[in-house]
């Protein structure tokens, strides 16, 4: 079975619909920001996933 990326499903931002830049890897947890609102999600934080 092969990964995939926990945003492969969704590349908009939950709250404002923008688009949402590469996944970047923080102090603790890999994220992705709003390039719109610049609202931060964790890679599996439930609402980016379809």
């Known amino acids: 079975m092969a990964e995939t990326s926990p945003t492969a499903g969704r590349r908009s931002c939950p709250d404002c ?3 949402l830049g590469e996944p970047v890897s923080g102090d603790v ?3 992705v920001e709003c390039v719109a609102c610049g609202r931060r ?3 599996d934080d439930p609402r980016l996933v379809l």
């Open 29 to 31: 947890h890999c994220y």
């Open 41 to 43: 999600y964790e890679l």
């Open 17 to 19: 619909g923008g688009p």
